[in-house]
């Protein structure tokens, strides 16, 4: 009965590492898909600034084209100028000129600051994609790192749940019978050690007296009465 118990407590202690290896395996592809966002993000800014900059390229575009529409409509009522006969229709055309003139003032102006901004702009978005280059070099080095320990982990992996295959495979049919019949009313761990004070180690109750004794003999299977996991002698795990 020894023997069984030992068998258990080995197919135990391979299924708790194979839960702490999936469950690094977890927090790595958390940090890689933290890291696969991060440079996605910073990507992204630099596109958007990319694309704001092209905006005011086509603004500035547009006013420029509108301040040569402009410097012709005056070029023209000066010709016309030249040419009217009453002094109503000079006085309009100056007022019209004066008009053209104040708009055009504007976009000029706006024109010139746009200008400004454009140059911030590129100078800007430089220094963003030298950045960029630097921070995804970085980003795509702490990277392989943390793919490098997923493919770690994921080798350990498979050992282990090739030993809990062969394990499980090796057990005797009523040994199985029995361990599926205990997991089928207890959460893992469903084999414990009886601790100091006779207290299950899986839910912290005093077992009786009587159970305690028995569990030294190896008589057979013993079962803590009130969670119902198979209980073994504390230290018998440092035999696997």
Same mark, same amino acid.
């Given at each position: 009965?020894?023997?069984? !118990? %030992?068998? !258990?407590? #080995? =197919?135990?202690?391979?299924?708790?590492?194979?839960?702490?290896?999936?469950?690094? %395996?977890?927090?790595?592809?958390?940090?890689?898909?933290?890291?696969?966002?991060?440079?996605?993000? &910073?990507?992204?800014?630099?596109?958007?600034?990319?694309?704001?900059?092209?905006?005011?390229?086509?603004?500035?575009?547009? @006013?420029?084209?509108?301040?040569?529409?402009? +410097?012709? $409509?005056?070029? #023209?009522?000066?010709?016309?100028?030249? /040419?009217?006969? /009453?002094?109503?229709?000079?006085?309009?055309? @100056?007022?019209?000129?004066?008009?053209?003139? #104040?708009?055009?003032? +504007?976009?000029?102006?706006?024109?010139?600051?746009?200008?400004?901004?454009?140059?911030?702009?590129?100078?800007?978005?430089?220094?963003?994609?030298?950045?960029?280059?630097?921070?995804?070099?970085?980003?795509? $080095?702490? =990277?392989?790192?943390? =793919?490098?320990?997923?493919?770690?982990?994921?080798?350990? %992996?498979?050992? !282990?749940?090739?030993?809990?295959?062969?394990?499980?495979?090796?057990? *005797? *049919?009523? @040994?199985?019978?029995?361990?599926?019949?205990?997991?089928? &009313?207890?959460?893992?761990?469903?084999?414990? *050690? =009886?601790? #100091?004070?006779?207290?299950?180690? $899986?839910?912290?109750?005093?077992?009786? *007296?009587?159970?305690?004794?028995? @569990?030294?003999?190896?008589?057979? !299977?013993?079962?803590?009465? &009130?969670?119902?996991?198979?209980?073994?002698?504390?230290?018998?795990?440092?035999?696997?």
């Amino acid at each position: 009965m020894k023997e069984k !118990l %030992l068998v !258990l407590i #080995k =197919l135990q202690k391979t299924e708790t590492e194979i839960r702490k290896v999936k469950a690094a %395996l977890s927090v790595v592809a958390r940090k890689a898909d933290v890291f696969e966002k991060r440079s996605e993000a &910073f990507a992204d800014q630099v596109e958007d600034a990319a694309a704001a900059l092209e905006d005011m390229r086509k603004k500035y575009r547009s @006013l420029e084209a509108e301040s040569g529409i402009n +410097q012709d $409509g005056i070029a #023209k009522h000066d010709v016309r100028l030249r /040419t009217v006969k /009453t002094n109503k229709e000079y006085q309009a055309l @100056l007022k019209e000129i004066d008009e053209i003139k #104040k708009k055009n003032s +504007q976009v000029e102006t706006e024109w010139t600051e746009l200008g400004e901004k454009i140059e911030e702009g590129e100078t800007a978005l430089d220094e963003r994609k030298k950045e960029y280059v630097q921070v995804k070099a970085a980003l795509k $080095g702490e =990277l392989s790192e943390i =793919l490098a320990q997923a493919a770690e982990k994921e080798a350990e %992996l498979a050992r !282990l749940e090739a030993d809990a295959v062969a394990i499980s495979e090796a057990m *005797p *049919p009523d @040994l199985a019978a029995t361990l599926a019949q205990v997991r089928k &009313f207890a959460t893992a761990p469903v084999v414990v *050690p =009886l601790i #100091k004070g006779g207290i299950c180690d $899986g839910c912290n109750m005093a077992v009786p *007296p009587q159970l305690a004794n028995e @569990l030294l003999r190896f008589e057979e !299977l013993k079962c803590c009465p &009130f969670c119902n996991r198979i209980l073994y002698r504390e230290g018998m795990d440092s035999e696997i």
